[in-house]
């Protein structure tokens, strides 16, 4: 061996030592809350009855949270779905003469499902469907195909407006106690409708009501996620919404996420971003094998976010799954919870969008060492304690946490392949929390 080599043999031995031992002090931001190796969201869809009779109880038991994405128009005292616009009697008259086309296709979209007939609503959803899959040509024909019918008295009268909700009568005071036993509710819209085929106005009046009649009802922290019906990725609809809303499950634009939505096939073990939002829907055709395989694979990774998305329960509600099923598989998440962090839609996107925009410091002085965590997102969307993990000097065995104002907490020292540890909560814009290895009065 030449003076070279052994040269190079004494870095990478000292490399190896270097990377075993963590300096104490050292303090990151854990990926998910506890220091957890993978984030589940159950969320569930359109606010059918027997999510909040059967599904929640379920969830209640095993104390694990939901995300229920309502629609507002279908509960009573708030805003109901209606058209803004023309007087609809002239909007019918004016087809006869004027045919559909891209400049009046949204408003006729838009009015369609008020015109009392039975199936108009179907055209306004058609419609909207090929809106969603870029094809404006198809949506026009449909439009005019279903004006034509309305006109010739081809369709029956009377219409029902809610998408799957033929049975509920769940009220804003139902909510309210859901809402205070962890759950989080967002809009999915006053009534279902493509967004994409609206014209502005009913575009708007359908995210802003439904927002506004859930702040009043609910409070501000249930307006921070949305979900878009049909899972829309309509870059129109996208735009207006996110003005609106800070998240939506349609779409997480952040450049540091892999976004697999439903209808995506690709493994989220193959993406090497910091995270991966893994959407699956349980739909009916899926084997309990399967949906247990998610979590697995979850935990197979350390990036990987689960978003389940429900509908139907115990036969109420589209794709609807029993409750026996949903039993058995919030089971095998409870049993998995060690490992997993299950928390509501807007509590994991709070903590990912915090994580990336967050400084930590930390200064290591003989018996304490000072955290502060700081981010610059605004404080009052943005308040969830991330959790810290910090290594210690050798001689640390009691190890108390102390912030101004709070009292004195004792960590359990805890340690890996780097070194000893400790794991602790902090909320952005504490100030400086202190560590340290003597027993505080
Ligand atoms: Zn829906």
């Known amino acids: 061996m030449n003076c070279n080599q052994l040269w190079l043999l004494t870095v990478v031995f000292l490399m190896a030592c270097t990377s075993i031992e963590q300096a104490p002090g050292q303090t990151t931001i854990t990926r998910w809350q506890d220091g957890k190796k993978a984030a589940i969201s159950l969320t569930y869809d359109d606010g059918t009855i027997n999510q909040f009779t059967i ?23 708030s805003a109901g ?9 002239t909007i019918i008259e004016e087809t006869a003469t004027i ?9 006729r979209a838009s009015a369609i499902g008020y015109t009392n007939f039975d199936g108009a609503i179907q055209y306004h959803s058609d419609a909207g ?85 859930i702040k009043r009802f609910l ?21 207006y919404a996110y003005e609106l809303y800070p998240a939506l499950r349609n779409r997480m634009p952040e450049p540091y996420l892999e976004e697999l939505n439903r209808w995506n096939t690709m493994n989220p073990g193959e993406s090497t971003k910091e995270y991966v939002q893994w959407q699956r829907g349980p739909l009916t055709n899926i ?29 109420i509600g589209w794709e609807a799954r029993t409750g026996a099923e949903l039993e ?9 919870e060690e490992d997993l962090w299950v928390a509501t839609f807007a509590d994991v996107t709070k903590y990912i969008r915090e994580r990336q925009a967050s400084q930590v410091e930390a200064q290591w002085e003989g018996a304490e060492i000072n955290v502060t965590l700081t981010h610059d997102l605004d404080p009052s969307l943005y308040d969830l304690p991330l959790t810290l993990k910090t290594y210690l000097p050798d001689d640390w065995n009691v190890v108390q946490m102390n912030s101004a104002g709070e009292t004195s907490v004792s960590l359990e020292v805890l340690h890996d392949v780097n070194g000893r540890f400790v794991l602790y909560q902090v909320a952005p814009g504490t100030g400086v929390v202190r560590l340290s290895s003597r027993q505080e009065k």
Not at 99 to 107: A, R
Request: with cysteine; aromatic share 10%; charged share 30%.
């Open 99 to 107: 045919t559909t086309d891209k400049n009046n296709l949204f408003e």
């Open 328 to 336: 058995e598989y919030f089971k095998y998440i409870k049993e998995r």
């Open 129 to 213: 469907a090929l809106v969603d899959a870029g094809d404006m040509e198809g949506a026009i024909k449909v439009i005019e195909e279903g004006y034509q019918k309305i006109r010739n008295g081809d369709l029956p009268k009377k219409d029902k407006i809610f998408h799957n909700n033929t049975t509920d009568t769940t009220t804003w005071e139902d909510i309210k106690s859901y809402a205070a036993q962890g759950h989080e509710f967002g809009s999915h819209t006053i009534t279902h409708p493509r967004l994409a085929v609206l014209d502005e106005t009913n575009l708007l009046f359908e995210l802003t009501k439904s927002k506004e009649d």
């Open 219 to 239: 409070g501000d922290e249930h307006t921070f996620s949305a979900e878009c019906p049909y899972g829309t990725e309509n870059e129109r609809v996208m735009e």
């Open 287 to 315: 084997t309990m094998k399967t949906m247990k395989s998610w979590v697995d694979t979850c935990l197979a990774h350390d990036n990987v976010w689960l978003v389940l998305v429900f509908h139907g329960v115990d036969g």
């Open 55 to 77: 599904a929640l109880p379920i969830m209640n038991q095993m104390e694990l949270p939901a995300t229920f994405y309502i629609l507002t128009g279908k509960i009573k005292g």
């Open 81 to 89: 779905g209606r058209f803004i616009g023309r007087p609809i009697e």
